[in-house]
């Protein structure tokens, strides 16, 4: 026995690999082929064989439990691979640079001269209500007055086929080096496979970061010192802060490593004294960063960083203050930004969102409470949020109470039949449900990784990607079709 | 490099070292108790002594019965001196640094991990005891070899051999003090016999027998054997050895003054000995003496390059400022 395509049924979502049973998609066949022609027991080797190196790999990510504390767990990885055509890809490629573009725009405007708010495209109460609006940062011109130098943006395919913008994440977004990682996984594990489809390689993507954060040295120098800050070893993506860093051949500093002295410039300890720090690619939140501007019990940060900062002694990627751009509410404004700022249509759409502090949206969502996903502007991680189909009466009734009461907190979605993709399961191959979150890269120029870290959820019916909640990863595949 | 970095490098290669010697240590140890007549051996209390850690051990465990004294030494995780516990700890301080390290030395330092956890049923039998500690010992040396083969000399590699000579010498002296406890009663008469055997086993346990016999020509004799472990300038697993590689690493580093300073007196020290007219007691008493000097030695690169000592020397000098 071996995978059978005409008892793989993808219902009504809109799968990645397969049309209909029995019908691969185009791009698909060759991979769709290889699989019906090898055994099971082929198959559980090749299992074993990626689940093997990513144990000796020790590709990891951090939990934490009640009983041990924080332990590394193998990363869980499907050898199934997800597929984008590449004439797709370049579309959502462009839009996403779009979107990125607009966003830094927006930012440095907020921080500055606060022209969208006086032109009454973006309404100034939002501002005031933002979580991530640093006060202190008003004024800073970062290098290349850009902000969010590194994004994560996540898409989901709807069951039409649309692929939407779900969120941008601009503060400290993760799971590059899972992308990186899965592919070579993958490598060891179907060679075979790289040698029959024209997959795009995602491998530079470290000098590219590389190259991004030197851009933005303050001393010019051909080999600026660029460190990467770590919450230290127990953050759930210490391995990726980790494996960055020797990726670009960069030090990997904890806060404690770094000092700010009084010519307000920032040091590293070495074993020969103080040395120049030029660029932080930071992985540590804003208020976190500086107990002198922010918690001032922070043990992970750097007393003096935000005044090195601000002097231009020294640039922080992402600049602090930039997740000012990814709340819920500023989301469903990016089509109006991208207008303003770039006199452009918006290439890759959003999800349709409702705000509730516009009258005749609100009584949309109030009379279709049922079918509506809401989410509060300021909670991230699906707290707060009211999934209305599988809401009780009561749950709807106290959202609608909710919403009334501080309409301005509140978005509403339709909820998306996200897409899915051929999935190992125990019993052979099964449909399992996917998104994309790839990474935008802005200095002095600005790149988008081939693809991007494809997130499952390995549970039977479940949209949660999330790798702490049953999620897993597969690698991803930009394929040039074939004439 | 940064100290914190410098400062897991050594400690990496302490645990790493530090579990392969204890994997000799019970090595040694099984093996004199198989040639030493039944009534006269200590068994296996001693080795708690030589780790230095008796009061820990009684707080958990009530006799010094071979399973409990095993449990400790092997796979108990909250012993501090377990192979176990070693290994956990050159793991997290590898992937502390994994960005500095060969990726392939973190996948051995890692899959050792991983094997010494997955094999404890074996290692817990008297059957597959050897073979597990053989097993550590030849895989530490797979990382050793790894290491030296793929790094670049400069000070990260330092550290790497100081932390490793640092804990080989201090181990090795331990592994000398397991024979020197099992003889308290060198003098009657019963055990003559069986002496050269036990030295002979000591030498094994270190991969030193073959090199003895090639160095000093000399049939197995507690002098010479002595002499070999403590002062022999080309055995690499000898204290004096040792103390000699961490004396060219530091002076390769910066402000290497204070640091130099005790490692000479540690070196004076061993060659200064008369071994040959030490008996058992005073034997175990200059060991001790030596254990001291070696903790001076780290004492001294820690004030000197650690991040923890920096900081802590920082403090003091604001202090002092204000």
Redesign the interface.
Known sequence: MSVSWNEYDPGKFFDELIKTKGKPRKYAKNLAKYLADHSDEELETRKAVAELSI????ITFTVYTEEEGSI?RSWPFDILPRMIPKSEWDQIEKGLKQRVHALNLFINDIYHDQKIIKDKIFPKELLANSVNFRKECVGVSPPLNIWAHICGSDLVRDSDGTMYVLEDNLRVPSGVSYMLENRSVMKRVFPELFESYNIQPVDDYCSQLFDMLASLSPRPADYPEVVVLTPG?FNSA?FEH??L??QMGC????G??LVVQDDDCVY??????LQRVDVIYRRIDDLFLDPEAFHPDSMLGVPGLMRAWKKGNVALANAPGAGVADDKVVYAFVPEIIKYYLGEEVLLPNVPTYRCMFQDEQDYVLSHLDELVVKPANESGGYGMMIGPMASKKEREKFAQLIKKDPRNYIAQPTLGLSTVPTFVDHGVEPRHVDLRPFILSGDNTSVTMGGLTRVALRKGSLVVNSSQGGGSKDTWIVEEEA | MLARVAETLYWMARYMERAENMARLINVNANLILDIPKKTVLGWEPLIDITGTRENYEEKYHSFEERQVMKYLISDADSPVSIANSLKWARENARTVRDVIPREAWEQINGLNHYAKDQLNVAMSKRGRFSYLNEIILRSQTIVGLLSGTVNRDQGYLFIRMGRNLERADMTSRIIDVRSANLLTEESMELRPFENIQWMSVLKSLTAYQMYRQAMQARIRRADVVKFLFQSQRFPRSILFCVQQMERCVQELPDFENSLRRIHQAKRLIQGAELHAYDQGMLHDFIDHIQIELNNIHEALNDQYFLSGRIYGQEQEQKQAS
């Open positions: 144990k000796e790999m020790g590394d070893i210490y980790s494996y860093a020797q030090e990997l500093v904890e404690r490593d590293m300890r070495t074993v020969e004294g």
